[in-house]
């Protein structure tokens, strides 16, 4: 696979450490987990399929020398804590860089290595916030509404530090050398949403740009929005081209008599109000036969569960089976010669390779032994859960 | 820089495929767009650093300047429906046995096979049949796709450019190029792989309800709120030490508090009591107030105010470009080999017809003749 070879030590964090150490895992990466023996919150379990985890304990100088090891021997570290913590374990960048020189040292923050806010807590919606583009997420009346922890955890966070880290990966294999990543989600969330910036300004986007949706695509038109079904399902349109909307009008069973005109904008909330209404009229799989294969941008909002069973997912094996029977998304792209995995490795239990990947980087059995009578290390085979 | 001899061709697109171009382009590839001949204006907003080339892509001799430039570049990018590069002749079967090391990236809504393949659609269609839209969105409330942030760009553009970085990667051991097939559609769903994964943590979904979730809005300490002066303030404190530090920070005690923190059913009246007493003090107040501190409380700002907000600028968050506004710097930050720190000027449509030309190859007298037969257009 793509990152076969390429080794990760990635030291347990909440979802965007986490996810970039998936990214990694799921195109071939073998990614050993650093959990904590004294782990105040238990780690979520949710994001660690085909990883290999490895309990040690931090404040112990014998465990950081095990830490230091590891690293020495490693491709890639992925660390989410705030700035200085890693240097206060004498495992900062500086430090491992200099007998690692090839060393990719991802830094996954909310606000960076550095600035006024650098050392404050916060989550996805602050590091959002901070970046101007949650000021334009919401509906009209409402307030700013963040759209989960997609845009800042995940999109501009674990992704936006998986690419660095591809992309050093890439340079290396020019220079021989590693370097320091500083993966801040506000910088990341921004850099993702570089169109909105640069669009902010034209009136076709943004006729009422100051205000919440209002405009083209934040849901003021009618024509890019969602509808509720008879069935109390959703509709999605996104008819923005004129022989779209065409289609959409036909589909609804209007004819332009009976709406104002596509870029009448006083008038949207009056054409909207119509579409709800023919909406609500049909069930969403009577909306799905009157629109499959026509060019309306008319789709189902499929639910997590619906998603996985609709036949175009199904078709294009968009998503996994795990062991738990449920469904989760196959890894993105579709690398054709070299993808991602296709099937879901487990999740291993918190400790399970501790003793195998301490005999990886040449610890003797008896050396093991030392380290988990002192509590160095925790081993937790899965035996050991019985 | 990280791709400083990278070549790639864009075939110019709307949003999605641009994105992709533009973030090789910052971190250092030469990206040459392709654009329509007979057209003065590009809808492409992510195009600074790029080069253009107007091609007139529906006769033979300008497939064939299509096909001579990628035999010469490392990756392509193409935003079409599945089929219309093969009808031009520009399939990845021609113009990757012609060029084995060439990465052929291929950006759709909805992929390169399956039932929806070629159907119109929008991001919002995209979302849609991933799933995830339908867990966005306030309770009682219709579902609500962010803009076009999670389709186009996040799980378009940006994974788009991962592929193909991760294709250049394993080309430098394999010296192969291959087929990059993007959609947008399992992008989304992918980048949002956590909510599949997490369904069952009762902390973070105690509902099946969209908008009664923890961070979707049903949580009264994840949520935004309004400020005396109309503006807002972004609450996150979800852990129970920076829950506290926002109680005393909103001058409230456990006692004022209908119920714990936990308590999903005393969340709707917890959220009536923080939006009164945001609603008592203005944004800069609100600010000062919190200042640093771990309550997880922070501005919400405006594109304009996060550009010139003080932390941001001491981060080069943002670049200020010819006409004065910002625009995002390229993230993330490489230490040895970092993006553009500032910003190269938006190329005009066929602003490099004769250069790219040039550059690939052709002789004075070949681009002539492109030029006269309208095959090509300079600016």
Redesign the interface.
């Known amino acids: 696979m793509i990152l076969s070879g390429v080794k990760v030590i990635e030291f347990a964090g909440l979802a965007p450490g986490p996810f970039a150490g998936m990214v990694l895992a799921d195109y071939g990466a073998d990614v050993i987990v650093i959990e904590r023996t004294q782990s105040a919150m238990p780690r979520p379990p949710s994001l660690a399929r085909g990883k290999r985890s490895i309990m040690l304990n931090l404040k112990d100088k014998e465990g950081i020398k095990v830490a230091n090891r590891l690293c020495q021997n490693a491709d890639v570290l992925i660390e989410p804590f705030r700035p200085g913590v890693m240097e206060k374990f004498g495992l900062g960048p500086d430090e491992l860089l200099k007998n690692n020189p090839k060393l990719i040292y991802a830094r996954m923050t909310g606000f960076g290595q550095s600035g006024s806010y650098s050392k404050m807590a916060g989550h996805d919606i602050n590091y959002l916030g901070m970046t101007g583009l949650l000021s334009k997420l919401g509906r009209e009346g409402g307030k700013p509404t963040a759209p989960l922890n997609l845009m800042a955890d995940f999109a501009g966070g674990g992704l936006m530090c998986a690419m660095g880290v591809i992309l050093a990966l890439l340079e290396r294999t020019k220079s021989g050398r590693g370097q320091v990543i500083d993966a801040s989600m506000v910088d990341g969330a921004s850099y993702i949403g570089s169109w909105i910036y640069q669009t902010k300004d034209a009136p076709y986007l943004w006729p009422i740009g100051d205000e919440l949706g209002k405009n083209l695509l934040d849901t003021g038109s009618p024509f890019y929005d969602t509808y509720q079904t008879k069935d109390n399902k959703f509709m999605a349109v996104g008819a923005i081209e004129p022989q779209f909307y065409q289609q959409l009008i036909n589909g609804l069973g209007l004819t332009d008599e009976d709406v104002p005109g596509q870029v009448d904008l006083d008038k949207w909330p009056e054409t909207k109000k119509i579409f709800a209404d023919v909406f609500r009229s049909k069930t969403q799989s009577e909306w799905c036969k009157v629109f499959d294969g026509v060019d309306a941008c008319v789709t189902p909002v499929l639910t997590l569960e619906g998603a996985a069973q609709h036949s175009h997912n199904q078709t294009r094996k968009t998503f996994l089976t795990n062991e738990d029977g449920d469904a989760e998304p196959r890894p993105a792209p579709l690398l054709l010669r070299t993808p991602g995995v296709n099937y879901v490795k487990p999740n291993p239990v918190t400790g399970q390779h501790t003793e195998v990947v301490l005999k990886e980087v040449g610890y003797s059995q008896s050396e093991i032994d030392e380290l988990i009578k002192n509590e160095v290390v925790k081993s937790e085979t899965v035996k050991s859960m019985l | 820089m990280?791709?400083t001899g990278i070549r790639v061709v864009e075939i110019a697109g709307l949003?999605p495929a641009p994105?992709a171009g533009?973030?090789l382009s910052d971190?250092g590839a030469n990206v040459i767009r392709i654009d329509r001949t007979k057209q003065t204006e590009t809808v492409d907003?992510?195009a600074r650093g790029k080069r253009s080339i107007a091609v007139d892509l529906k006769s033979k001799e300008g497939a064939n300047v299509v096909k001579r430039l990628s035999s010469n570049s490392d990756v392509l990018i193409e935003p079409y429906r599945p089929g219309v590069m093969e009808r031009l002749g520009l399939g990845p079967d021609i113009l990757m046995k012609d060029n084995p090391a060439l990465v052929y990236a291929r950006l759709s809504g909805?992929?390169q096979?399956?039932?929806?393949k070629g159907?119109?659609?929008?991001?919002?269609?995209y979302?849609?049949?991933?799933?995830?839209?339908?867990?966005?969105?306030?309770y009682k409330?219709?579902?609500?796709?962010?803009?076009?942030?999670?389709a186009?760009?996040?799980?378009g553009g940006?994974?788009?450019?991962?592929?193909v970085?991760?294709?250049?990667?394993?080309r430098?051991k394999t010296g192969?190029g291959?087929?990059?097939?993007?959609?947008m559609?399992?992008?989304a769903?992918?980048?949002?792989?956590?909510?599949?994964?997490?369904?069952n943590?009762q902390l973070c979904w105690p509902t099946k309800i969209r908008g009664r979730n923890l961070?979707?809005?049903g949580a009264p300490f994840?949520?935004?709120?309004?400020t005396q002066d109309g503006k807002?303030?972004?609450?996150?404190a979800?852990?129970p030490q920076?829950y506290a530090l926002l109680l005393k920070g909103l001058g409230l005690t456990e006692e004022n508090m209908p119920g714990p923190q936990i308590d999903i059913r005393k969340w709707p009246e917890m959220q009536k009591l923080f939006s009164d007493v945001f609603a008592k003090k203005t944004q800069a107040e609100w600010i000062e107030l919190f200042g640093?501190?771990?309550?997880?409380?922070?501005?919400?700002?405006?594109?304009?105010?996060?550009?010139t907000?003080?932390?941001?600028e001491?981060?080069g968050?943002?670049m200020r470009n010819e006409n004065g506004?910002?625009?995002?710097?390229?993230?993330?930050?490489?230490?040895?080999?970092p993006g553009i720190t500032e910003v190269k000027s938006d190329p005009n449509i066929g602003e490099h017809t004769e250069e790219v030309l040039q550059e690939f190859g052709y002789s004075k007298d070949e681009i002539d003749h492109l030029i006269k037969n309208d095959i090509v257009e300079k600016l």
């Open positions: 990280a791709l949003a994105m533009m973030i971190f907003r992510l909805f992929g096979s399956g039932p929806y159907v119109a659609g929008h991001d919002i269609n979302l849609a049949t991933s799933g995830v839209l339908s867990t966005l969105g306030k409330e219709n579902p609500i796709a962010p803009i076009n942030l999670v186009d760009f996040a799980g940006t994974l788009c450019s991962l592929g970085l991760m294709a250049l990667f394993n430098t192969k291959q087929i990059v097939d993007v959609s559609t399992e992008g769903a992918y980048v949002a792989s956590w909510l599949w994964r997490s369904q943590l961070l979707d809005t994840y949520n935004t709120y309004e807002y303030m972004a609450v996150g979800i852990e920076f640093d501190s771990d309550a997880c409380v922070s501005p919400i700002l405006t594109l304009e105010g996060a550009a907000d003080v932390h941001n001491a981060r968050s943002f506004s910002y625009e995002p710097r390229p993230a993330p930050l490489l230490s040895e080999t």
